[in-house]
């Protein structure tokens, strides 16, 4: 180990730390020495890339994370070309500056670098065509024959799940739709706003004139008796629905 001083190609001068035999410190501080120093090699490199006018495009490809368990299709999105022209409306479109997550089946070899990256999740297979979508800025096929292959399966179960999925939520609405309000909640919210209910009803006792009531807020509220009426109504028809689907 031994420091020494270093002079650098354009012309600044410091002192380093070097390691190991006599042959191969000098060997070091040559090549170091035939380069630029830290600080001329930092604003060279940003020369270099504001001067970069190579268009812009887009690089897609599946991220490595696809191999494990997920609840959506994951890809990476990684502009190259000229881009620092370009980082605004590579903001405004979602990309980030740095580190970009690992691509395609041996991602975890890759180096990683700085770049302008999006990560785009969704649902399922067909949504992907419609994701893929970056303003003016061509879009390029990263995504390896290879890569598809081990993660086929994986990418296979994420779109059943959430096509399935999907398929729930669909007919849970056209059955709410078809149900439709109960009565009685859209009176409470019309005339309360937005109480605390437990959801149950205490039925009234029309031998002594007591009317059906609710607690709102720990309160007790008499129902009006139309509102009663088209309660009882609605959940008869609620029922004949519930009925019919768990006939099916």
Request: hydrophobic letters at 40%; a positive charge; one cysteine or more.
């Amino acid at each position: 180990m031994a420091w020494e001083m270093v002079n650098y190609s354009c012309g600044h001068s410091e002192r380093q730390q070097f390691y190991g035999p006599g042959d191969e410190r000098r060997r070091k501080k040559e090549w170091m020495e035939r380069g630029l120093c830290p600080e001329c090699y930092r604003k060279a490199q940003m020369e270099k890339v504001m001067a970069d006018e190579t268009p812009v495009k887009i690089r897609v490809s599946l991220a490595t994370a696809n191999l494990s368990d997920n609840k959506a299709i994951l890809l990476n999105a990684v502009a190259e070309g000229g881009t620092y022209r370009e980082k605004e409306n590579l903001k405004a479109l979602g990309f980030s500056f740095g580190y970009a997550p690992m691509s395609g089946m041996f991602g975890l070899f890759d180096h990683p670098k700085k770049v302008w990256h999006k990560v785009i999740e969704v649902k399922t297979l067909d949504a992907i065509a419609d994701a893929l979508k970056f303003g003016e800025y061509p879009v390029v096929n990263g995504i390896s024959d290879m890569d598809i292959a081990a993660m086929r399966d994986k990418l296979v179960a994420v779109d059943a799940t959430n096509k399935a999925a999907a398929e729930a939520e669909k007919i849970k609405a056209a059955k709410k739709a078809e149900i439709g309000q109960s009565p009685l909640r859209a009176w409470i919210a019309e005339k309360f706003g937005n109480p605390y209910w437990n959801g149950k009803v205490y039925e009234g006792n029309a031998k002594y004139n007591r009317p059906s009531r609710v607690y709102l807020d720990n309160k007790e509220v008499n129902i009006p008796a139309d509102v009663y009426a088209a309660q009882v109504e609605w959940r008869k028809l609620r029922d004949e629905i519930n009925a019919k689907e768990a006939a099916k």
